[in-house]
């Protein structure tokens, strides 16, 4: 069976990487296109190596009144647009929204689709969570639920790619010559994300996140994410891995690694990989995530929730290796 | 129906990216892997994102004697070693050579799939062509054919990704900090791909490519190749573009561009870019190629070959889009 | 002697450089700094490492009106409005002007300092070659002076890192993403460059540049330029060698190499790298040259051009290695 | 009045930069390299760009019974053979060593020039701190001066270029391909420079260090280290600025910045930024720690404490700008 897919925000990164995960999906057909900054383009122009069945596709100014018959819709538009742009369209249309608007939203499941997957089965409105919360919460989740770490008092050292800044040229900040050889921290102590990883800790230990510091900083590369997060607790390393492998036995998308995972093991993918480090001596548990921003922090995540709201297999169009090197 | 797939060379990046696009196609299913320097290692060690499926596949040291039954191998070795090394792989093994070992060579078709695939189809053993003379050939083969540029004096100033290097290691000049922000011309005036272009140049011509000069250049970034290809001819921009849209009509991997191409439009694709740009006062054709090196110039290409000497659809496992950004 | 000194434009990567090489210059004293986008501003707010002593200095808007005493100003604006911005500028300031305006127009000083010192010294009004031309230029000089390369049909590819772009936020295309691992050729048969090239061949060689073609191409680096020429002639690779050590005997600034030179080379210098490859079977000469575009290319070759024209040693506050790595 | 200077260790990236600052330096003469990978090289085969009056330099094979008259030698070898490579340099030869071997050995200074610049003044033998800690000690000595910091429970979260892991070549896991757009956790729990941070923290504290934690980071550049500390305390981050602004009142090299520091603000020079933020509802205070490791954390550090033990300016050779971009 094949769903009629559409996407708006085409013209973002994570519209474009959903729009190429779709491409090769095996039950999606991309059928609707919209986006503010290529209106008026086919695909082709957007995207030169689209798909040829594709690239005559017309992107389409954002119109909700104006949508040909849909199955799914993924949103990929900037923080505070995504509210408004998404209230008209018809409740028949399922909704993937990749944007920041919906996360803890009523009415809207929080797709952290790797630790609650029976949560977002069935829905029809869906909020993935930010690439930060993906790679930190994937991390966290075992640790928390088991309660290998204390829920205060947690670290969260990130790092993202330059594609997590958005498209070039809105910021002559995120010019190549300013950021290549460059390592730049931002939005201290006081970081958009922060409130969204501070619920679902919550959420998941059942303990107060009060203490969450979280440090994001811009790394010269493109995609990836890396979350080196520290905290309390006396387990070991290997409680913390088998813990881990526990979780997440059966589960499709993340790997637990004997070894500190890096960001290049995900790139192009959906899998997120996490792995732990430990010293009771010290009282410190440190876990590592990494997952690629534009996959499992973006798209892929997207593409996996659609597969569950679809019931469709969680793998459908996510099961290749990663691009290497 | 599906093939039995074996790779030897997997621990190089060639053999590594034809196990990312075996692990996505629908006919070939991968059953043997052989490494010199992974040799004893699971697959998931080595690619630590692998398809699950996969990941306890043990690596093997090349031994053509203890093959288990394959259908198709791919060989990806060092220039001087896959002669000796396949030379006892039984003859109902398909192999597809990715190596330089055996182009031009007597029994071996030459895999310049887009130009020649009729030659392919039905054979044994074929020989891919190299990645500069992927990008190069395929630019060329047009107005090479109708005539449009001269054989002789062909000037190549080819740039490549530093994956076309090989692995790092090996060589203390391919390391990061000397390479990074750095950009270099090597092998001039007798790289050793330039005897493959020249052949193929008078064999698409009938015409001598006695003045061929070819320079390359290592850019730092992973992947891609961009050719720019400097000829004498009468011909504008519109028949030269005219030709290669008639030569390619109906070919999958080939797209005929107005803009010059980018290497970041093929990004782990089987896609080659061409576009050309002439001015018939100047007497001047400049045709450009791109192509990811790894992609078109190695594994997409030989999985193309497989394809054809399979029986196979040439796209199966190779219509993904381009990763981007 | 000290030189009271302004620069307009401090806002630019040139003109940020500019900064930098006055800064350490022993006869060079910075004390005017203007620039549209940064007006207003204390330098140290502008560029956080600049010592301690130019910290304050305030970053004006530019008015030609109210001008310190200068002895000499920097110019370094974008192409198109220097000719305006520098007319009302007081006779008895020196003017260097980095910028595009001034090449090639009646009183002033063509800036190729390498090859015309001579012309320079004296002068108070010197424009800068380009960043392409400088490179281009400087490796052709000696074989058109020696007639070993025919002035028409020369064909130079050049490659450029992004800094050569100006700085980020204009355009999009120029953002981390999008140009990180990506090589994009531009302008074919009608970059700006080409008539400023073209002349100066015509004056170094008497003889017709008709047939030139120049293209450029945006490598994923911040820094450099490598200019590959390929032209007609009988010269061997040792008689051009040769003829470029005869024509830079006793110049500081110009390096002539057996090996292939390499963009890292130069980098943060006033260091320009020739060397040659040539085949006469094959009627051929490769001619490359090497400079940073902010170097050789802009600030440095704009210093250099002010210590002529002041009277001071051409290599004052430039004779410090180039970085490396 | 000049000093004779020699280098042992010219091959690797922390040689190579103090050749290319001691170059530039007022009162120091490179009289003598030495270097196992290029021994019998000429110093421009090396170092293409090397001023003309240090091009012909022969370097030599390690041996200290032949010495000539130095009166400073800079060694840079790799942790584990400077002591005994410097054993029986004479005592009359003053030596900072850059390397490992002689941090908190007997009768050799600890050469944190910033923040002991008096006990490093006439001392004959200096051992520099590593990289990483002279970003980290810079930012939390103040901090730990003025007790706002507790000195246990310290998290330091680092991340560094990559000529931070020496020359390429020796290691395939740090070739371009498969370091660029990859970031790499390393070494957690037990990196070597652990004790020396522990061993600082506790005498600029007078406290236990015992909970430290210290986590590095591989980054895609070449240059740059930040350190992020998360530490315990109830400071305001007003509080925390005004200490270090008091701390290093008068001292050249260290900025402290409102704005977190970016590491292109340091590169190529000796400069070290810090800047804080504290929350005390939290409990939290942050440090923010930027060096080029080559530079403040490597050669621009040596020539520093060179500097102090000659009694010579301790900014003689290290007052330029920063390069950028």
Same mark, same amino acid.
């Given at each position: 069976?094949?769903?009629?897919?559409?996407i708006?925000?085409?013209?973002g990164?994570?519209?474009?990487? !959903?729009?190429?995960?779709?491409?090769?999906h095996?039950s999606?057909?991309?059928?609707?296109?919209?986006?503010?900054?290529?209106?008026?383009s086919?695909?082709?122009?957007?995207?030169?190596?689209?798909?040829?069945?594709?690239?005559?596709?017309?992107?389409?100014?954002?119109?909700?009144?104006?949508?040909?018959?849909l199955?799914?819709?993924f949103?990929?538009?900037?923080?505070?647009?995504?509210?408004?742009?998404?209230?008209?369209?018809?409740?028949?249309?399922?909704?993937?929204?990749?944007?920041?608007?919906?996360?803890?939203?009523?009415?809207?499941?929080?797709?952290l689709?790797?630790?609650w997957p !029976?949560?977002?089965?069935?829905r029809?409105?869906? !909020?993935n969570p930010?690439?930060?919360?993906?790679?930190?919460?994937?991390a966290?989740a075992?640790?928390?639920?088991?309660?290998?770490i204390?829920?205060g008092?947690?670290?969260?050292?990130?790092?993202?790619?330059?594609?997590?800044?958005?498209?070039?040229?809105?910021?002559?900040r995120?010019? @190549?010559?300013?950021?290549?050889?460059?390592?730049?921290?931002?939005?201290l102590?006081?970081?958009?994300?922060?409130?969204?990883?501070?619920?679902?800790?919550?959420?998941l230990?059942?303990?107060?996140?009060?203490?969450?510091?979280?440090?994001?900083?811009?790394?010269?590369?493109?995609r990836?994410?890396?979350v080196?997060? @520290?905290?309390?607790?006396?387990?070991?390393?290997?409680?913390?891995l088998?813990?881990?492998?526990?979780? @997440?036995?059966?589960?499709?998308?993340?790997?637990?690694?004997?070894?500190?995972?890096?960001?290049?093991?995900?790139?192009g993918s959906?899998?997120?990989?996490?792995?732990y480090a430990?010293?009771?001596?010290?009282?410190?548990?440190?876990?590592?995530?990494?997952?690629?921003?534009?996959?499992?922090?973006?798209?892929?995540?997207?593409?996996?929730?659609?597969?569950?709201?679809?019931?469709?297999?969680?793998?459908?169009?996510?099961?290749?290796?990663?691009?290497?090197?």
């Amino acid at each position: 069976m094949s769903f009629r897919v559409g996407i708006v925000g085409i013209s973002g990164f994570g519209g474009g990487e !959903a729009m190429r995960l779709i491409a090769s999906h095996p039950s999606f057909e991309l059928v609707y296109a919209a986006g503010e900054g290529s209106a008026g383009s086919r695909l082709v122009e957007r995207f030169p190596g689209v798909p040829a069945r594709l690239a005559e596709l017309r992107i389409e100014p954002w119109d909700p009144e104006a949508l040909p018959k849909l199955d799914v819709l993924f949103a990929s538009l900037p923080t505070g647009m995504s509210e408004t742009a998404l209230a008209r369209v018809p409740t028949d249309v399922k909704i993937v929204d990749i944007g920041g608007d919906h996360r803890y939203v009523a009415h809207w499941a929080y797709g952290l689709a790797d630790v609650w997957p !029976a949560q977002i089965a069935g829905r029809t409105r869906v !909020a993935n969570p930010g690439c930060f919360p993906a790679a930190t919460l994937t991390a966290l989740a075992p640790l928390l639920a088991e309660r290998l770490i204390e829920p205060g008092n947690i670290v969260i050292d990130a790092k993202t790619g330059l594609s997590g800044a958005g498209r070039g040229g809105a910021d002559s900040r995120f010019g @190549y010559a300013e950021t290549n050889e460059n390592l730049v921290p931002y939005g201290l102590l006081e970081h958009v994300h922060m409130p969204e990883i501070a619920e679902t800790i919550e959420r998941l230990s059942g303990g107060s996140a009060a203490g969450l510091v979280f440090t994001p900083h811009l790394v010269p590369m493109t995609r990836g994410i890396l979350v080196t997060i @520290y905290g309390r607790g006396q387990a070991t390393t290997s409680q913390c891995l088998d813990a881990a492998r526990r979780f @997440y036995a059966g589960r499709a998308f993340v790997r637990v690694t004997d070894r500190p995972p890096q960001t290049k093991w995900a790139t192009g993918s959906n899998l997120a990989f996490v792995s732990y480090a430990a010293d009771p001596a010290r009282n410190l548990v440190i876990a590592m995530g990494v997952v690629d921003n534009l996959g499992k922090g973006a798209a892929g995540q997207a593409v996996q929730n659609a597969n569950l709201i679809c019931g469709l297999p969680e793998t459908a169009g996510l099961d290749g290796a990663p691009i290497w090197p």
